[in-house]
């Protein structure tokens, strides 16, 4: 499966085309990876070695990696996650670049190894230290 089969463009057409975009993405990892080649954090820690140069090059970066530790607030069901990271674009446009570019697609099978689960959030910011304006 590639990586813009997953893509929801009626998400990304409620974002301004030049307002930065922070992606928050939610990951429940497998036990074990799919090619068999150690657990799915390890598959996952592949992918984010081969993607992180390809992020900045459309201008992005890493804002914040953590370890989820479930929910503390609202439907608990909604809280199974093993990990949380915010990624920064300075638009949806360079987001969209990068997740359907063949560089981005060569690395997307060791994601898709890992990840028992993916959910990426778009969120344009409204307040915080970010905003530029």
């Not at 090619?35 to 598959?43: E, P, T």
């Not at 359907?100 to 910011?125: F, K, M, P, W």
Request: aromatic residues 12%.
């Amino acid at each position: 499966m590639a990586a813009i089969d997953e893509l929801h463009d009626e998400t990304l057409a409620r974002i301004a085309d030049d307002t930065p975009v922070v992606m928050v993405n939610l990951m429940k990892f497998r036990e074990t990876s799919l090619d068999g080649d150690g657990s799915g954090w390890d598959a996952y820690v592949r992918y984010s070695k081969g993607v992180n140069h390809l992020i900045r090059g459309v201008g992005g970066g890493i804002i914040w990696t953590g370890d989820a530790k479930g929910a503390s607030f609202g439907p608990a069901q909604f809280g199974d996650w093993d990990f949380v990271a915010l990624v920064r674009y300075p638009s949806k446009a360079a987001f969209r670049a990068f997740i359907t570019s063949a560089d981005y697609e060569a690395q997307n099978h060791h994601r898709l190894n890992g990840c028992l689960e993916h959910v990426i959030i778009a969120s344009e910011q409204a307040y915080g230290r970010f905003r530029e304006d």
